[in-house]
């Protein structure tokens, strides 16, 4: 069964420290990885995505996330996180040869000031 | 480019009353579109898929009377939510897949529903 783990409910870390946000998977075929950040009662925000290429893919605000195959996992990292970067953030997987998109139960990361 | 709107951004109604959401693809044509259901602090659960000009495809433990989808165009679909209860109250997202971009999705900003 194709699937996608984000193991930790919250991330706290302070503000200018570098944040992780954890995502494995589970697919077969080679894997379309995306993250997305959602605010309260908004939709979800791209970040960015892994289809091919190289391993360590840079996104939106700051963000990059890297791809490790043998470890079936695309880690959420950014070097200094910003009080502003509190949200929830998902990860998602997109199987190769369908269509639809298989979400984490997302992380809730919160910077503290 | 490819952005997908949704309207209304949020409504409240009143319990056994049918509720239309609309989902358009602003800049683009969206030959496939998709609807998700978000509970508070959960993820987001794909409830059907929808391809223009054909029957809705739906998730398994999702009523299809419950939850009318309708894709008349390549830049909208419609989510009606018949006679809703209030255990329906949820967020709902659309997304608009963009053919030959490697199928990605692009996501609206949701609507919140309520139902009293």
Same mark, same amino acid.
Request: with cysteine.
């Given at each position: 069964a194709q699937?996608?783990? &984000?193991? @930790?409910? &919250?991330? =706290?870390?302070? @503000? $200018?420290?570098? #944040?992780?946000?954890?995502?494995?998977?589970?697919?077969?075929?080679?894997?379309? #990885?995306?993250?997305? /950040?959602?605010?309260? =009662?908004?939709? #979800? &925000? *791209?970040? +960015?995505?892994?289809?091919?290429?190289?391993?360590?893919?840079? $996104?939106?605000?700051?963000? @990059?996330? @890297? *791809?490790?195959?043998? &470890?079936?996992? *695309?880690? +959420?990292?950014?070097?200094?996180? #910003? /009080?502003?970067?509190?949200a929830l953030y998902f990860c998602a997987v997109k199987a190769s040869g369908t269509y639809k998109y298989i979400f984490g139960t997302g992380t809730r990361l919160k910077v503290l000031a | 480019g490819a952005v997908v709107s949704q309207h209304p951004s949020w409504v409240i109604c009143k319990s056994g009353t049918s509720v239309k959401i609309e989902c358009r693809s602003l800049d683009f044509q969206a030959t496939t579109m998709f609807w998700y259901r978000q509970f508070p602090k959960q993820s987001l659960m794909l409830m059907a898929t929808s391809n223009e000009g054909s029957k809705a495809t739906y998730e398994q433990g999702v009523e299809k009377d419950k939850f009318l989808i309708n894709h008349a165009s390549l830049t909208l679909s419609t989510l009606t939510v018949t006679s809703a209860h209030p255990e329906d109250s949820s967020f709902y997202i659309c997304s608009a897949r963009v053919s030959g971009i490697n199928n990605e999705q692009f996501f609206g900003p949701g609507t919140r529903l309520t139902v009293l």
């Open positions: 699937s996608v783990a &984000q193991p @930790e409910d &919250q991330v =706290n870390v302070a @503000e $200018g420290n570098p #944040l992780t946000v954890k995502c494995t998977y589970s697919v077969s075929g080679n894997p379309y #990885l995306f993250w997305y /950040v959602q605010y309260p =009662n908004r939709g #979800l &925000q *791209f970040l +960015l995505k892994y289809i091919t290429g190289d391993n360590l893919v840079k $996104g939106s605000y700051g963000f @990059e996330a @890297e *791809f490790n195959k043998s &470890q079936t996992s *695309f880690h +959420l990292k950014k070097p200094s996180a #910003l /009080v502003s970067d509190s | -």
